[in-house]
């Protein structure tokens, strides 16, 4: 489903819906030919940074109840700090499969691939959607298939996307804000069919003050570190330590 008027303004208002006007008319028409969301395309993923645990890494946290987590560049860039956050209050670990510029279908299959091969812990962590902004319809069925791979019995934390690249024009600038709701609206459907899904509402909480888009934010995207890396995280951590 595509998302409401509500669900675009409490995503928050990144991209100045004022600044695409008659200038800028003719543009963003001649991209939606060809480029039916606004957002541009994805690319190749796979060459850039990633972090992945090592196999001792994971059945440790298998066997003692940690988390997997999935991400991409925000994840490859916050992780640590969040995994540290997490044994300091707990003694518990992250075995991580972040990978900048991935959408979440591979992400999902990583999830399955650890699924599989070690078996999973009580909670998993998807900390994916923000490059799902180039194909936003195909977001819920990955969601769903997390759901299946993990089942009934193991919680899913899943954090949610806010995207206005802020070097890019402000016709693509509202394209992602616009995609950004579209995800969030999708995962936030799924957790009323899943009461093991909790989402980590990040897009709300930039929306809750207009100085967190700037303080918390760089580029558009990216958490700032460590003002917006600190106040991500948290909302991460308190939604693992309450499940």
């Given at each position: ?17 004022a ?43 298998r ?14 860039q ?20 972040n990978w ?5 279908a ?20 998807m ?16 969601v ?47 957790s ?15 929306a ?10 760089r ?14 995280n ?10």
């Amino acid at each position: 489903m595509k998302p409401n008027r509500r669900h675009v303004l409490m995503a928050g208002a990144v991209a100045t819906v004022a600044a695409v006007a008659t200038g800028e008319a003719s543009t963003a028409q001649t991209a939606a030919a060809s480029d039916p969301y606004g957002s541009g395309a994805l690319g190749d993923w796979t060459i850039l940074s990633h972090a992945i645990a090592t196999e001792a890494t994971i059945t440790s946290v298998r066997d003692n109840d940690g988390v997997y987590m999935f991400g991409d560049s925000i994840a490859v860039q916050d992780g640590k700090a969040l995994a540290s956050q997490l044994i300091a209050r707990t003694g518990k670990t992250i075995a991580v499969h972040n990978w900048s510029g991935r959408p979440t279908a591979p992400a999902v299959d990583a999830l399955q691939n650890w699924a599989v091969r070690y078996g999973m812990p009580r909670r998993i962590l998807m900390a994916t959607g923000t490059n799902d902004i180039f194909n936003p319809p195909v977001f819920a069925a990955q969601v769903d298939r997390t759901m299946r791979i993990v089942g009934s019995q193991r919680t899913v934390v899943w954090v949610n996307v806010q995207c206005a690249r802020t070097a890019k024009s402000a016709a693509v600038q509202l394209a992602d804000q616009r995609n950004s709701a579209w995800i969030n609206s999708q995962l936030s459907d799924a957790s009323k069919k899943y009461s093991n899904l909790k989402v980590v509402r990040w897009a709300e909480s930039l929306a809750a003050s207009p100085a967190h888009l700037t303080t918390y934010l760089r580029e558009g995207v990216h958490t700032s570190v460590p003002a917006g890396q600190t106040a991500r995280n948290d909302l991460i951590l308190q939604a693992l330590l309450s499940n």
